[in-house]
């Protein structure tokens, strides 16, 4: 992996443009730092490469969790920020450092009550489905379902704090550190280069998911996946970082989905698959538990014949995936097939309806007995009429990065500081473990949002700005 060089100090000799903060990237990390310093009072620069709504978290379903929220308490749920820490590590089997993650869960409740209540945000808690490996709901997300309506109103609060200056299509090419290795600006590029002196500086430009260079490198099980996040995350964050002497960690570890729909590539909502949809190769045959992780769940999607599986479920289930706009974008592109019996819509996707029917019938002694030869728990009385999507297995994002203490402040490999550098979201190493399995749904916009919300506020701190 090549390592682009820090700009050294010495070498500048003019600055274009001063900030106090300048925040790298305008996905949910970054927007979210720019709003804790910003509202403290200080200058920030917040800079995306580009002005589409690309990002990952405007890809993403726009699902935080967190507990002891105020939503949650309103709908009669009780729980601590340590029950929520214990479902993450045992998702990834207690490979991330317990303290770091605990302290993350418990500013996740700070975070989304504040977002609500400071900003205005317009989160509610999803109660109709349990992500897997979640044994509560936790999920706080905007009434759409969607990340583009969360970054969207992310950054309509950025807009209301007047020390925060938004600007699109400005590529950040550099960090400028000092002899002592301290950051003190950052080269950016909007046609023109320019050097900005920052007095403190924020990676919020996520991780190297769209390097292909990178993957094959850190994740190669993941290599040949479809990419299915945004074309930003190209991993110079991380590169500048390791520059500086920073450390990593969980370089190997990544999301995948499972149910991209093919052709069409659009999410579909694994409430689909955790309400009772099972998934059949070409033979019509299961091959894993659809339940334990959507994540490590594609790699065996990916290992089926032509990399494919259909999943197979009810009128019921198809009901629930409507209130999800993606999979109302499936319908509209009429990749969901509906057939009055099983043989039918076996024949729909090309697959033995005999051995179909076969595979629904071992399904439902399954679900009556309560056992499963692949080892699932969930299931759901499938009736007639029947439904139907082709998915496939994509790469969504990385997890691992630069290692960060608990305000965010990037540490080199001694677990020094490097001063005025922080950074969250896919830039920091995540809590995720090793691989595909350890990833709990919502660790990339907890990471990301809660990683951004520390380093704004102790950014601001730095600065001698009222907490
Ligand atoms: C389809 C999909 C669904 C998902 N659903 C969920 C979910 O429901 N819940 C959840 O927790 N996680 C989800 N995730 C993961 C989550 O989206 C990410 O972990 C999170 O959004 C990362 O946020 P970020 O701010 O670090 O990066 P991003 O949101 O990707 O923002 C990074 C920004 O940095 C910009 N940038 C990059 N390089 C530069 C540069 N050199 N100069 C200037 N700007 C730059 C990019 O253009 C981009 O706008 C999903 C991901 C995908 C792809």
Redesign the pocket.
């Known amino acids: 992996m090549d390592l682009s060089p820090v700009v050294p100090l010495k070498s500048v000799s003019r600055w274009d443009i001063e900030a106090d903060v300048v925040v790298?990237?305008?996905?949910?990390?970054?927007v979210t730092a720019a709003l804790a310093a910003g509202e403290r009072g200080a200058s920030v620069l917040l800079?995306?490469?580009?002005h589409r709504p690309?990002?990952?978290?405007?890809?993403?379903?726009?699902?935080?969790?967190a507990a002891g929220t105020r939503l949650q308490r309103a709908a009669g749920i009780e729980e601590t920020p340590e029950h929520f820490a214990e479902n993450i590590l045992a998702k990834n089997h207690g490979q991330s450092d317990p303290e770091q993650t605990l302290h993350l869960a418990r500013t996740a409740t700070t975070l989304v009550d504040w977002l609500i209540d400071r900003h205005h945000l317009r989160l509610e808690l999803a109660t109709d489905f349990l992500y897997p490996a979640h044994t509560e709901y936790r999920?706080h997300?905007p009434p759409e379902r969607t990340?583009a309506a969360l970054?969207a109103d992310l950054k309509r609060a950025a807009r209301e704090v007047p020390t925060i200056q938004y600007v699109p299509d400005?590529?950040?090419?550099n960090l400028i550190a000092d002899e002592q290795g301290a950051v003190v600006g950052v080269v950016?590029n909007s046609g023109a280069r320019e050097l900005v002196r920052a007095r403190n500086v924020i990676l919020?430009?996520?991780?190297f998911g769209g390097n292909r260079e990178m993957v094959r490198e850190f994740c190669p099980e993941a290599a040949t996946a479809l990419y299915?996040?945004?074309?930003?995350?190209?991993g110079?964050?991380i590169r500048w970082g390791m520059a500086l002497g920073a450390a990593v960690e969980f370089m190997d570890s990544y999301?995948l989905?499972a149910t991209i729909a093919q052709p069409g590539e659009i999410?579909v909502s694994y409430s689909i698959t955790m309400e009772g949809g099972f998934h059949v190769n070409a033979q019509g045959e299961r091959f894993a538990d659809e339940t334990r992780g959507y994540s490590e769940h594609a790699l065996d999607v990916l290992a089926q014949p032509g990399g494919t599986a259909v999943v197979v479920y009810d009128e019921r289930i198809h009901r629930l995936g409507l209130t999800f706009p993606d999979y109302v974008a499936c319908v509209e592109a009429r990749l969901v097939r509906q057939a009055p019996t099983i043989e039918e819509l076996g024949a729909a996707f090309r697959i033995d309806g005999a051995a179909l029917a076969r595979t629904l019938e071992e399904y439902r002694v399954a679900r009556t007995a309560g056992v499963d030869r692949f080892g699932r728990r969930t299931f759901a009385d499938l009736r007639p009429p029947f439904y139907g999507i082709r998915v496939t297995g994509a790469l969504?994002?990385t997890?691992g990065g630069l290692v960060v203490d608990r305000h965010a402040r990037v540490l080199r490999t001694d677990g020094t500081p490097i001063p005025n550098l922080y950074a969250?979201?896919?830039?920091a190493a995540g809590i995720s473990g090793h691989g595909a399995g350890g990833y709990l749904?919502?660790?990339?916009?907890?990471?990301?949002l809660g990683y951004?919300f520390l380093a704004g506020r102790h950014a601001a701190a730095s600065l001698g700005l009222p907490g």
């Not at 919020?204 to 991780?207: L, R, T, V, Y």
């Open positions: 790298v990237g305008a996905g949910g990390c970054g800079i995306d490469r580009d690309v990002a990952n978290t405007a890809r993403s379903g726009g699902m935080i969790p999920m997300c990340g970054l400005v590529l950040a090419e950016v919020a430009c996520n991780g299915f996040g945004g074309p930003g995350s190209t110079e964050g999301q989905h999410l969504l994002h997890q969250g979201g896919g830039v749904s919502g660790n990339g916009l907890l990471t990301a951004g």
